[in-house]
């Protein structure tokens, strides 16, 4: 049972409240942590002693934002901090006490959409947030009532709000999907809404996690990439494609110009999506075209149709090329290994391994003749290494002859030593052992 | 040391005139067959310097204004720049992304990848795609008719 | 023309007494003379050395920043530079290897005993001479394997008490493995051990000649109970000949080797990266390296490395002394040098092979 409400309080309690302030002030002498704590402040005198949810302590304001520029309790909750008890939380001093979910984003934009306002503090700041918000599902659902939608407080934090750029922000790019996930992912508290709860289990496996969290870039997508942050929405089937073309432009030009366009339009499928999935994006294969097991074309193409031809020509052109490459690298480390000098066709191979990379790029065409472009640059360059590795190969050959050579001209001279050893102790007569 | 037979006594003129040819061309040839290659290895090959720091990347007056043009740098491809202005720059040409050889695009002034459209500016710094890193800088020297680029010096 | 040529020499420097000096030489023969060859072989292999370490110095550059392009430059470049390398490195294990089975064929065939025990001292001293060679000669390449072989190996000098940190300092030039340490091992290797290895050489081959070659004390007795059985082998021409055949095998292992099993090159050293799993030093140094991986890390009181480096340390000089133990009527005499040698080797050899396949 809570105690210390703003409407009155009982005379037992404020016996109790006596003797937690005299603990208090001892703490507070021990302690003594940051400047914030210099100014007298009774809310979190209390509060810092209570339990959860009341429990505020002054170890979270020393990471808050609002509190380090010089904010405190009374700026969002009102009433005065510097008096006691029934002073600090009277209707007078303007308490307003818990704040409701569903008033809490006006509460943040009366300052954060105050232009004039913010610019005092950091001028680059954008104070549209409240308007995105409200064209958000989060926004639109709030609007009709829901409160277990996500306001300002649920990914920001509330009283240890630290700036986006902190890396141990709640809103860093890094921490942006567990952010998102804690409701996403929670069936329980998605139930109403029927929609899926697998997302951050499918994104936490995918390539975009995978540069981001493991690699460190940053320029890799999260959930507030594709979906926006504060106007968060996703993104409808017909325009998933101009999402992923942010980055991805290439393959979104090549898809444009490529039959799949019309023909996923027609069907009401989204680009990119349908063969790469939205959240659970993996490493694309060479496996995935083709007519294999592991192929996304078979999903629609069936034997017979011409899809189905360009999905087989294209994957055995890849396969071939990306065989030829490695052939032509094995050879050439062998070449290496025996001490060959191999070093500008190592450097050709990697203009051939790029090619490679662009024909798995200009897949997205579907179209044979476009692909064959950089699978025959890539193809003519594996081959030309190939031959060089072959070269360096008769090179070594040919010192071995040399070596046989020598050898035989020792053998020859040994031959000769012992002959003549053999010719001198007969006649001398003294005899080898 | 190998068993003598009974053969006290000289031995007969032809075998011992076969004897010392053996020994004498066997043991010329084998000379021969040591100090040839000494020889060959005492003259300097053709690329008489070989530093891995520095090499020769193009003629002057080989490259345009505003144009591009990659060379061998030890095993990896270096990207040498001749600006608008006619100044020389030399970048790592393999792109921080993922290893593709990357170019000089002389309608945007920048560096450009092919693979997934990553772009640098002239001083290699990744401006725009997916590169996360910049390009490896070179210093460009002019040396007489040649354009030499060094990278800096590894401990 | 040739006798004209000898007079005109002998009138300045003595010639006839020299060659006639060497005319009478002669090498006993017996059922173990094929050991004779051992020293001359050695010999030859360190004159292999000198001639491939002089052509390598034209090309090789010992800073840190080149050395290991140089090297490379040799192997890919320089005409026949590949088989001038792959010599040098293939020929360095062949002489420390002759080098150890000549010490053992001496120790074994008793030929350090009097007078010839300051043969044997300059001959072990030459020995540890030759496995610096091998131990600076090793960094030089600044590969991976070099490098942290390098570190490790003076790590261990650090470890000796009182004058540990000292040496281990003069040895890499610093605190750590840099460049300077690569400077320094160079010196060491082309300057300072050639200097000292011609000298030390010369007095040992002076030795040889003026006390002329040791028959194994079996031989000996058997030839003073039957003096008619005694057989000996004119040095020039008969042995002469017979070494030039040898000398003229290993020639061909030689070339061999490095034409079918070139010396690797490796990697270049990357101070900063992690050691690789397994390294190891070269194989002639495996059978301590091995040992001290055995001993436990502490010992009483007493570091357990410290115990094994003082442990080989002790038995280098005790084997050092070796003739000086075998005097007639001593305690530890013959049987016990001859026991300590079958240990020495046995150890040694095993240590090696558990090296190799304990990885």
């Known amino acids: ?433 | ?155 | 023309m040739l006798g004209r040529l000898r007079a005109w020499l002998d009138e300045r420097v003595a010639w006839n007494e020299i060659a006639g000096f060497l005319a009478h030489k002669t090498v006993p023969l017996h059922r173990f003379s094929y050991w004779y060859f051992l020293g001359g072989i050695t010999l030859f292999l360190f004159g292999v050395q000198v001639a491939t370490g002089m052509l390598l110095l034209l090309y090789y550059r010992p800073t840190s920043n080149e050395a290991f392009e140089s090297v490379q430059y040799i192997m890919t470049q320089v005409q026949f530079g590949w088989l001038v390398r792959s010599i040098h490195s293939w020929s360095a294990n062949l002489m420390v290897f002759t080098a150890f089975a000549h010490m053992f064929s001496v120790l074994f065939l008793g030929a350090y005993r009097k007078p010839r025990e300051l043969t044997w001292v300059s001959g072990m001293v030459l020995l540890f001479l030759v496995m610096g060679f091998g131990f600076s000669g090793y960094l030089l390449p600044w590969n991976t394997l070099a490098y942290f072989a390098t570190k490790v190996g003076t790590d261990m000098v650090g470890q000796m008490p009182v004058v540990g940190h000292y040496l281990m300092v003069f040895l890499r030039g610093g605190e750590d493995v840099t460049g300077a340490t690569l400077t320094r091992f160079f010196g060491f290797h082309v300057a300072l051990l050639p200097g000292i290895t011609t000298l030390l050489l010369a007095v040992h081959l002076a030795l040889v000649q003026r006390q002329g070659i040791s028959v194994p004390p079996a031989i000996d007795a058997e030839w003073k109970a039957n003096p008619a059985a005694r057989r000996d082998m004119p040095f020039f021409p008969n042995f002469f000949l017979r070494e030039m055949i040898a000398w003229y095998v290993a020639l061909g292992v030689l070339g061999a080797l490095a034409a079918l099993a070139p010396w690797e090159l490796g990697a270049k050293a990357d101070p900063f990266a992690p050691a690789p799993a397994g390294i190891k030093p070269e194989w002639y140094f495996l059978f301590m390296f091995q040992t001290l991986k055995l001993i436990p890390a502490k010992l009483g009181f007493i570091d357990g490395e410290l115990v094994g480096l003082a442990a080989f340390g002790g038995a280098g000089l005790l084997w050092t002394l070796l003739p000086f133990f075998d005097r007639q009527g001593a305690r530890f005499g013959r049987k016990w040098i001859v026991g300590a040698g079958i240990f020495a080797l046995a150890y040694m050899s095993v240590m090696t092979v558990y090296a190799y396949w304990a990885k």
């Open chain 1, 1 to 433: 049972m809570p105690i210390g409400r703003n409407n009155g309080s009982g005379k037992p309690l404020r016996a109790i409240r006596g003797a937690l302030r005299w603990l208090l002030a001892g703490g507070f002498l021990l302690a003594g942590t940051s400047l914030w704590a210099q100014a007298p402040n009774t809310c979190v005198d209390c509060h810092s002693v209570l339990d959860p949810p009341q429990k505020v302590t002054t170890e979270q304001f020393v990471t808050d934002i609002h509190a380090q520029k010089g904010l405190t309790c009374a700026s969002c909750h009102g009433g005065d901090p510097t008096k006691d008890d029934d002073q600090a939380m009277s209707k007078a001093a303007g308490f307003r006490g818990h704040i409701k979910r569903s008033q809490v984003p006006e509460l943040c934009a009366s300052c954060h959409s105050d232009a004039s306002y913010v610019h005092k503090f950091n001028p680059s700041l954008r104070t549209d947030q409240l308007s995105q918000y409200k064209t958000s599902v989060h926004g639109q659902r709030l609007a009709k009532g829901d409160e277990q939608v996500a306001v300002c407080t649920d990914c920001h934090s509330v009283h240890d709000i630290r700036p986006a750029s902190d890396s141990r922000s709640s809103v860093h790019p890094l921490n942006v999907a567990s952010t998102c996930s804690r409701c996403h992912s929670d069936a329980a508290h998605m139930k109403p809404y029927s929609i899926p709860t697998d997302q951050f289990a499918g994104y936490s496996v995918s390539v975009h996690h995978e540069a981001l969290v493991l690699r460190g870039d940053l320029s890799a997508p999260t959930c507030t990439t594709c979906h926006g942050n504060h106007g968060a929405a996703p993104p409808g089937v017909a325009s998933v494609e101009n999402v992923c073309s942010n980055c991805h432009a290439f393959q979104a030009q090549l898809f444009d110009g490529s039959p799949h366009k019309a023909a996923f339009a027609a069907a009401s499928m989204p680009g990119c999506v349908t063969c790469h999935s939205n959240h659970r994006i993996q490493h694309p294969t060479d496996a995935m075209l083709g007519t294999g097991p592991q192929s996304v074309c078979t999903n629609c193409h069936a034997q017979g149709d011409g899809g189905f031809k360009v999905a087989a020509t294209t994957q055995e052109k890849l396969t071939s090329l990306d065989a030829a490459i490695l052939r032509a690298d094995e050879l050439l480390d062998r070449a290496e290994r025996s001490g060959m000098d191999v070093s500008q066709a190592k450097l050709s191979q990697t203009q051939a391994r790029d090619a490679l990379t662009k024909a798995r790029v200009s897949i997205h065409s579907v179209t044979v003749d476009r692909i064959m472009q950089d699978v025959q640059a890539g193809s003519k360059l594996a081959e030309q290494n190939l031959a060089a590795g072959h070269q360096a190969l008769a090179d070594r050959d040919y010192r071995r002859w040399g070596l046989g050579v020598s050898v035989i001209l020792i053998l020859l001279t040994i031959a000769g030593l012992w002959l003549y050893i053999r010719e001198i102790e007969g006649r001398s007569g003294s005899r080898p052992v």
């Open chain 2, 1 to 155: 040391m190998s068993p003598e037979g009974s053969e006290g006594g000289n031995q007969s003129l032809p075998r011992r005139a076969f004897v010392r040819t053996l020994l004498g061309s066997g043991f010329l040839g084998s000379l021969l067959s040591f100090f040839y290659p000494v020889a060959r290895f005492l003259l300097p090959p053709p690329t008489s310097d070989f530093s891995s720091d520095e090499v020769v990347a193009g003629q002057v007056g080989e490259l345009k204004n505003n144009t591009g043009k990659i060379f061998r740098f030890g095993s990896k491809p270096g990207l040498l720049i001749r600006g608008a202005d006619g100044a020389y720059r030399a970048l790592s040409a393999t792109c921080t992304h993922l290893d593709c050889t990357v170019q000089y695009r002389g309608d945007l002034q920048r560096v450009w990848c092919a693979c997934h459209n990553g772009m640098y500016d002239l001083n290699g710094r990744n401006v725009s795609g997916p590169p996360p890193r910049p390009l490896q800088q070179y210093e460009v020297h002019v040396r007489g008719n040649e354009i030499v680029v060094t990278r800096a010096q590894r401990s």
